[in-house]
């Protein structure tokens, strides 16, 4: 992950969707002048504004996959809105996404590139 996240660096600015940014702060070990003072180090930007386009797409895919789930006799839901926030931001306002769970986008962000 640290040499994916060098070489996502080397070919441009780096930056996290809000929900990421609160999802950081609620590490069980991570206090908030830590976050700050890694996010400052790594030169990742927090974008605070998603933005209507970033919503209403995440709405949509997600209103896709809770249809998908539930005509396959999945049930309920298992995923949240945030992941779709997130890929939906990294598709919209960045150009790819870096992800440790390649496998939650791979279905419904077919045209977001995944590393």
Do not use: C, N
């Not at 700050?36 to 998603?50: A, G, H, K, P």
Request: aromatic share 8%; no cysteine.
């Amino acid at each position: 992950m640290a040499q994916a996240l060098g070489q996502a660096q080397a070919e441009g600015g780096l930056v996290i969707a809000a929900p990421i940014f609160a999802e950081l702060l609620a590490h069980p070990r991570a206090t908030g002048p830590f976050v700050e003072e890694f996010l400052e180090s790594t030169r990742i930007d927090v974008d605070f504004d998603l933005g209507e386009t970033v919503w209403r797409d995440a709405g949509r895919r997600f209103a896709a996959y809770a249809r998908r789930r539930e005509s396959s006799a999945g049930g309920d839901t298992k995923r949240l809105l945030v992941d779709f926030l997130i890929g939906s931001h990294a598709l919209l306002k960045a150009d790819r996404l870096l992800t440790l769970d390649a496998r939650r986008y791979r279905t419904d962000f077919r045209d977001l590139k995944l590393l």
